[in-house]
Protein backbone atom coordinates (compact mmCIF):
# COMPACT_ATOMS: atom_id res chain seq x y z
CA UNK A 1 0.00 0.00 0.00
CA UNK A 2 1.35 3.57 -1.13
CA UNK A 3 1.67 5.69 2.07
CA UNK A 4 3.36 9.02 2.43
CA UNK A 5 3.19 10.12 6.56
CA UNK A 6 4.42 13.58 7.47
CA UNK A 7 6.01 14.07 11.19
CA UNK A 8 7.57 17.08 12.86
CA UNK A 9 5.04 19.54 13.18
CA UNK A 10 4.41 21.27 16.30
CA UNK A 11 4.62 24.85 18.01
CA UNK A 12 7.69 27.01 17.44
CA UNK A 13 7.88 30.68 18.56
CA UNK A 14 8.92 32.96 15.38
CA UNK A 15 12.57 32.44 14.91
CA UNK A 16 12.89 28.77 15.60
CA UNK A 17 13.06 26.01 13.57
CA UNK A 18 11.49 22.98 12.78
CA UNK A 19 12.29 20.04 10.62
CA UNK A 20 9.41 18.30 8.86
CA UNK A 21 9.45 14.43 7.49
CA UNK A 22 7.77 12.75 5.01
CA UNK A 23 8.20 8.77 5.11
CA UNK A 24 7.36 6.53 2.45
CA UNK A 25 6.11 2.78 2.13
CA UNK A 26 4.92 0.91 -0.68
CA UNK A 27 6.79 3.05 -3.17
CA UNK A 28 10.77 4.63 -3.52
CA UNK A 29 10.69 8.01 -3.10
CA UNK A 30 13.80 8.30 -5.15
CA UNK A 31 11.75 7.66 -8.24
CA UNK A 32 9.59 10.96 -7.51
CA UNK A 33 9.39 14.26 -7.40
CA UNK A 34 8.44 14.67 -3.70
CA UNK A 35 6.70 18.49 -2.66
CA UNK A 36 6.11 20.03 0.01
CA UNK A 37 3.04 21.97 0.45
CA UNK A 38 1.29 24.12 2.83
CA UNK A 39 -2.26 25.36 3.40
CA UNK A 40 -3.05 27.85 6.19
CA UNK A 41 -6.13 29.00 7.55
CA UNK A 42 -8.38 30.77 5.22
CA UNK A 43 -5.52 30.06 2.16
CA UNK A 44 -5.29 28.42 -1.06
CA UNK A 45 -2.78 25.43 -0.82
CA UNK A 46 0.83 26.48 -1.80
CA UNK A 47 3.99 25.31 -2.61
CA UNK A 48 6.82 25.48 -0.49
CA UNK A 49 9.67 23.43 -2.08
CA UNK A 50 10.69 20.33 -4.19
CA UNK A 51 12.84 17.99 -5.06
CA UNK A 52 13.72 16.29 -8.41
CA UNK A 53 13.51 12.33 -8.75
CA UNK A 54 16.49 12.67 -11.22
CA UNK A 55 19.21 15.07 -10.47
CA UNK A 56 18.36 15.81 -6.90
CA UNK A 57 17.60 19.50 -7.64
CA UNK A 58 15.69 21.27 -5.05
CA UNK A 59 13.02 24.48 -5.68
CA UNK A 60 11.84 26.67 -3.45
CA UNK A 61 8.94 29.11 -3.36
CA UNK A 62 9.90 33.06 -2.80
CA UNK A 63 8.45 33.32 0.49
CA UNK A 64 10.89 30.34 2.27
CA UNK A 65 14.27 30.87 0.37
CA UNK A 66 16.91 31.09 2.29
CA UNK A 67 15.23 29.83 5.32
CA UNK A 68 13.93 25.99 4.41
CA UNK A 69 16.01 23.21 3.11
CA UNK A 70 14.71 20.55 1.13
CA UNK A 71 16.60 16.53 1.02
CA UNK A 72 16.10 13.63 0.62
CA UNK A 73 17.90 10.11 2.63
CA UNK A 74 17.33 7.40 -0.01
CA UNK A 75 18.56 4.67 2.75
CA UNK A 76 15.52 5.80 4.84
CA UNK A 77 13.22 6.50 2.14
CA UNK A 78 12.78 9.75 3.46
CA UNK A 79 12.40 13.28 2.50
CA UNK A 80 12.77 16.28 4.82
CA UNK A 81 11.81 20.26 4.91
CA UNK A 82 14.29 22.03 7.59
CA UNK A 83 12.48 25.50 8.39
CA UNK A 84 14.42 27.76 9.56
CA UNK A 85 14.04 31.48 10.82
CA UNK A 86 9.86 30.29 11.14
CA UNK A 87 7.37 33.46 11.02
CA UNK A 88 4.22 33.55 12.10
CA UNK A 89 2.51 33.70 8.32
CA UNK A 90 4.22 30.11 7.88
CA UNK A 91 1.73 28.83 10.02
CA UNK A 92 -0.10 25.89 8.01
CA UNK A 93 -0.70 22.65 7.45
CA UNK A 94 2.05 20.83 5.70
CA UNK A 95 1.87 17.81 3.70
CA UNK A 96 4.32 15.89 1.08
CA UNK A 97 3.55 14.25 -2.46
CA UNK A 98 4.63 12.73 -4.69
CA UNK A 99 4.78 13.01 -8.58
CA UNK A 100 6.56 12.23 -11.85
CA UNK A 101 8.56 15.13 -11.23
CA UNK A 102 8.16 18.46 -9.46
CA UNK A 103 5.89 21.13 -10.01
CA UNK A 104 4.12 23.82 -8.18
CA UNK A 105 0.42 22.56 -9.69
CA UNK A 106 -0.62 20.20 -6.70
CA UNK A 107 -2.91 19.02 -8.65
CA UNK A 108 0.06 17.20 -10.64
CA UNK A 109 0.87 15.06 -7.39
CA UNK A 110 -0.81 11.45 -7.24
CA UNK A 111 0.04 10.56 -3.62
CA UNK A 112 -0.24 12.47 -0.58
CA UNK A 113 0.21 12.61 2.86
CA UNK A 114 -1.96 13.66 6.07
CA UNK A 115 -0.47 16.73 6.53
CA UNK A 116 1.29 17.92 10.10
CA UNK A 117 -0.01 21.34 11.49
CA UNK A 118 2.89 23.91 12.38
CA UNK A 119 1.98 26.83 13.91
CA UNK A 120 4.81 29.71 14.86
CA UNK A 121 3.24 31.84 17.44
CA UNK A 122 4.75 33.81 20.65
Known amino acids: QVQLVESGGGLVQPGGSLRLSCAAS????????IGWFRQGPGKEREGVSCIRRSDGSTYYADSVKGRFTISRDNAKNTVYLQMNSLKPEDTAVYYC???????????????WGQGTQVTVSS
Open 26 to 33: GFTLDYYG
Open 97 to 111: AAASDCSWYWRRYDY
